[in-house]
């Protein structure tokens, strides 16, 4: 039930007093409440889930895990770093 | 998809866990709390690929499953009613009560329909204003902000026919009775990424400190489950009870602020019982006296019911991380999600649905 899915705002807009809009998941265009992510803007990327964005995926973070872990096959030859 | 396909790739879930290879010593019990951990975990075979040190136990993590039967038996009952439509979530209609199911109750002639998201329960009963629209509201953190909003919608909306029947739960609680049990082997926790999300970690450096647990916020893709475990297991060797986290890229330490906030507008802490488990004491969610007329437990008059499990099922001792679904005697037989006996059987977060489905049901 926690599960979420990561999608791309492609548009936002009012509705009843709630923040809303189109978020696209690969190919598929959902309505999503954008009322809990005030900060999130069109073409950012947010974790959906039951019909609302609850966190702004962020770039940054993304990058940096990514090159983290592709750093780890470098650690071999190393003496263990120490790791967070 | 970005932000998905990334953390799919197998060469690098197995450079993570090779690295894992190189820094565990010694045997470790690590227990992922979210049902849709348990999942991944499972259907991509990331249990069999670990070292053999590192043994993961499956948690409570599964909405469906702790649902008091209780509180099943009461949706059993208000569904039944002609002047409501009852709305849930698809997989709360196998789940068995005492004596039947939501499907059951459609099956007679109740109108229980499977809702995405609560707004389209709310958009129902703006439809039927002659009809009692109950969205079945349970949950962990992850949807307590939904949940929560549709009750100030309603309210904003100025709807009398829509109402939750409320069984939120929260992960801190059952994490410190896990900790507590007699018996517990938990050494370290894969924290619930979407929990996280939207409550942040800042309630878990205590938890940690007391128990000497390390606990890692993780995400649900086998590379952050891969990254996760990793984390935890550095933490543990270094014998450092910590917490990290391994999904950064969602999770903050103070977590969604506005979300949270509507969480305490619209819901209060109250003990609540799990099922199998218990009750664990300010564990749950329930709704503030000011929302009081959105209480489907009040609003619907519901005699006290007197519920029956199954003696088979072990359900409780699982969500608990005490045994695993094949230490069942009625695992496959004659317990299957066709006709499950308990719900870790029909969630598809439960851990017996997981190895159910992806044909662990041998050792």
Redesign the interface.
């Known amino acids: 039930m926690c599960l979420g899915i990561p999608g791309k705002i492609i548009e936002d807009y009012e509705a009843d007093g709630l923040r809303m809009g189109k978020v696209d998941f690969g190919g598929v265009v959902r309505e999503v409440c954008l009322d809990y992510v005030p900060e999130a803007k069109v073409g950012e990327y947010v974790i959906v889930h039951v019909g609302f964005a609850i966190s702004v995926v962020s770039e940054k973070e993304a990058r940096e895990t990514l090159k983290l872990l592709e750093e780890i096959s470098s650690f071999d030859d190393e003496t263990e770093k120490d790791l967070p | ?4 396909s ?1 953390y799919r790739e197998a060469e ?1 879930v197995h ?2 866990l ?2 894992l290879r ?2 565990v010593t010694q045997p470790w019990v690590l227990m992922e709390i ?3 951990q348990t999942h991944a975990i499972v259907r991509h075979g990331l249990d069999q690929l670990l070292p053999p040190e590192i043994q993961l136990v499956h948690g409570p ?4 499953c702790v649902t008091p039967i209780e509180l099943i038996d009461k949706a059993l009952a208000i569904a039944s009613k002609p002047e409501v439509i009852f709305t849930s ?1 698809g ?1 709360m209609l196998r789940v068995p009560g005492s004596h039947r199911d939501l499907f059951s109750v459609r099956a007679a002639g109740g109108d229980v329909r499977v809702v ?5 329960a709310l958009k129902l009963a703006r439809e039927n204003p002659d009809r009692q629209v109950v969205f079945f509201a ?3 953190e ?2 307590a ?2 949940n929560a ?1 549709s009750v100030l ?1 309603a309210d ?2 100025g709807l009398e026919n829509f109402s939750l029947l409320v069984s939120h739960v929260r992960v801190p609680p059952a994490m410190h009775a896990i900790l507590q049990a007699p018996g517990n082997r938990v050494q370290g926790f894969l924290a ?1 990424g ?2 996280c ?2 409550m942040g970690y800042w309630e878990y450096p205590e938890i940690a400190e007391a128990y000497g647990v390390p606990i890692v916020v993780t995400g ?1 893709e086998p ?1 952050d489950i891969a ?1 996760g475990i990793l ?1 935890a297991v ?1 933490l543990l060797e270094a014998g450092r009870a910590e917490v ?1 986290n ?1 999904y ?4 903050t330490f103070e977590g ?1 602020r ?2 949270q906030e ?1 969480i305490r507008k619209v819901f209060v802490g109250c003990d609540r019982k799990w099922r199998g488990i218990g009750t664990i004491p300010d564990s749950g969610w329930r709704l503030r006296p000011e929302y009081a007329r959105f209480d489907a437990e009040l609003r619907f008059d519901v005699e006290a019911i007197q519920p029956e499990e199954s003696p088979l099922c072990i359900a409780g001792e699982i969500l608990q991380g005490l045994k695993k679904p094949r230490d069942c005697p009625a695992f496959g037989d004659p317990c299957t999600p066709e006709h499950p006996l308990g719900a870790t059987m029909v ?3 439960g851990a017996c649905s997981a190895y159910y489905r992806y044909g662990r049901r041998v050792a």
């Open positions: 998809m970005k932000h998905l990334e690098r450079r993570t090779n690295r190189e820094v979210c049902g849709g993590g599964c909405p469906v979530y997989d995405y998201s609560p707004l389209d349970i949950g962990f992850t949807t902000p939904p909003m919608q904003r909306l619930a979407h929990v999300a939207v649900f590379l990254q984390m550095e990290g391994a950064a890229r969602v999770v969604n506005p979300a509507v969630s598809a977060e």
